[in-house]
């Protein structure tokens, strides 16, 4: 699994308003468009068989509309300026039972060498001019190709029991039963102020020409909405739309000793009026340099082993990898998994002052708005607030519509990216503490320099910034993580003076770490991302104060020794 601070792959788009953009037309698209989802899935379900064989007992259509806008600028010139409307599909066709069925793979990571070669792929794109005769046809041949698959993995799985043991105390049902959803959101504007958002991504690119030293930058500035149309045979009928406004900053220098450096920044917001001012994309960009251009001649740091202080930002990160996808319920029941939780509910997994929840339905923190929001899951059920932690407690499971014993319901998180499988996701992931936990950062910083004097270190770091992270959590692998902090200050014990370092990686075991949290800040940070798993990449969020850890390891990064380029940059004087 991997987090992301900026979003994996962005598919492109033009200023142009989407066509049919009239808050009447976009209506009566979104009825015609599950009118003819209804129509092909109901003839499906009533006449889809093969022979001597069971028929599908669940079926559900999903289709996306994605319009997505992009400008992107390096060194004050456009360098990408597009625009992509696509509509894609999504079938799920499950044969046997709700207690046993022909789940269990990524139909995208599904291929069966035994089968004969049909000799061309189900295409997965439906019409973009909302033609439903059109639209009823690729349903049709993406379901029949899904329900050949689904009732070859069901024999398979059948096959199998006759040679594996069933540990019936371990048995859950394959999938869940729940009530159908009936949702629709209303229509909405999508605009995008092409000359200004050009113009701007010019000017912010060209800041960095006065500093040859960085020798690459780019400014993105890009808009995505997505309309999603749900149907499925239980009666759900959802439509949702969603909005992501983005605007990423980076910069690449290298070290004299060679070593690559990166920086940058990411804001995220759901309307365009959202997005920071030319102002305070300025300042950014001004403190990207200056990071930069201070890393450039940082003295590298030893491998570490002792206090360290994370800012909200790294301590959500440090979360999301350590503990939240350790808590992702799909993982539970999977042999190949570590399931590090697993028959922990009702005992202490971390310190007492600390509580977790997972909660999608919140739109903001405070003034931030929050990448994880969601109405409807990829699977049609509402998003629900999950108490995960309580107190140090684990309480429970994020869980899609894939169930885990002792648990008989999904609580909202079956997630996906466009074409994979839903599963177990986070969404919007809060911390939150009490007593010993709701500490100003000057006391944080106090404790932290207490902490390696008691130790006997010279010094204590501050981890302000990551730019993400990645986890194992399979069985066959080690449980440990792994996250790449960006700037990190080492901390005199005697003078408290903060010096700027570099070249280091924090590692460990989520457990170790974790629990060896001594204290939580007062002030939440918000760290807006894209989450990388099995199910695709999905937006996510945390929401965090910062940590005092009183040990964690720090590992040398590798080490390139590229050199630099060997001229100066043609404006470099």
Not at 8 to 16: C, E, G, H, K, R
Not at 130 to 141: E, F, I, K, T, V
Not at 342 to 358: E, T
Not at 557 to 568: E, F, I, M, S, V
Request: glycine content about 8%.
């Amino acid at each position: 699994m991997m987090l992301h601070a900026l979003l994996a792959a962005s598919l492109v788009a033009q200023a142009s308003p989407t066509p049919r953009e009239g808050s009447v037309t976009l209506a009566d698209r979104t009825q015609t468009t599950l009118d003819a989802m209804d129509a092909e899935l109901t003839r499906s379900m009533k006449e889809l068989r093969l022979e001597g064989h069971e028929a599908p007992y669940f079926i559900s259509y999903a289709v996306y509309d994605h319009d997505t806008r992009i400008v992107d600028a390096h060194y004050g010139a456009l360098f990408n300026d597009d625009s992509h409307q696509e509509r894609r599909l999504y079938v799920d066709v499950r044969v046997g039972s709700y207690d046993f069925d022909s789940s269990g793979t990524d139909p995208m990571m599904d291929f069966d060498l035994s089968a004969p070669d049909p000799g061309y792929e189900v295409r997965r794109e439906g019409p973009l001019d909302g033609d439903p005769a059109a639209l009823r046809n690729a349903l049709w041949l993406l379901t029949d190709d899904k329900y050949k698959k689904a009732l070859s993995t069901y024999l398979k799985k059948r096959a199998k029991q006759v040679y594996s043991v069933e540990d019936k105390s371990e048995a859950a049902a394959s999938f869940s039963k729940e009530p159908p959803s009936k949702h629709i959101d209303p229509p909405q504007a999508f605009t995008f102020d092409h000359t200004r958002w050009a113009e701007l991504a010019r000017k912010l690119s060209a800041a960095f020409k006065a500093h040859p030293e960085i020798f690459d930058s780019d400014v993105k500035i890009d808009a995505d909405r997505q309309v999603r149309y749900f149907v499925s045979s239980e009666g759900t009928r959802v439509s949702t739309v969603s909005t992501v406004f983005g605007i990423h900053l980076d910069a690449v220098a290298r070290a004299t000793d060679g070593q690559l450096l990166e920086d940058g920044r990411d804001v995220y917001a759901p309307v365009e009026d959202g997005l920071p001012d030319e102002a305070k994309l300025q300042k950014m960009v001004d403190e990207v340099i200056t990071e930069l251009v201070a890393l450039r001649s940082a003295p590298v740091v030893d491998p570490y082993t002792g206090p360290a202080l994370l800012a909200p930002e790294a301590t959500g990160v440090l979360f999301h990898e350590a503990v939240g996808h350790r808590l992702e319920g799909d993982r539970q029941d999977d042999d190949t998994e570590g399931r590090t939780f697993k028959g922990q509910v009702g005992h202490a997994i971390l310190p007492a002052f600390i509580s977790v929840a997972d909660d999608p339905t919140l739109a903001r923190s405070g003034p931030q708005p929050l990448n994880g929001f969601y109405g409807y899951d990829e699977q049609g059920i509402p998003s629900t607030r999950v108490q995960l932690v309580d107190h140090g407690v684990l309480k429970g499971f994020l869980l899609s519509r894939h169930m885990v014993k002792g648990f008989s319901h999904s609580n909202g998180h079956g997630r996906a990216s466009v074409g994979r499988q839903p599963a177990a996701r986070m969404a919007n992931l809060v911390v939150t503490s009490e007593g010993q936990g709701a500490l100003s950062w000057a006391e944080l910083k106090k404790k932290l320099i207490e902490t390696a004097k008691k130790q006997g270190k010279p010094y204590g770091l501050i981890i302000q910034d990551m730019t993400g992270g990645n986890t194992n959590t399979s069985g066959s692998g080690y449980q440990a993580f792994k996250a790449q902090p960006r700037l990190v200050y080492r901390v005199d014990v005697n003078t408290g003076k903060e010096q700027l370092v570099r070249g280091v990686e924090m590692v460990g075991t989520p457990l170790t770490v974790i629990n060896k949290i001594s204290a939580l800040g007062n002030a939440p940070g918000v760290f807006n991302g894209y989450c990388g798993a099995e199910s695709g990449f999905v937006p996510v969020s945390t929401v965090a104060p910062a940590a005092l850890i009183s040990e964690v390891e720090l590992q040398r990064t590798t080490k390139t020794n590229a050199r630099p380029p060997l001229l100066g940059s043609p404006w470099a004087k």
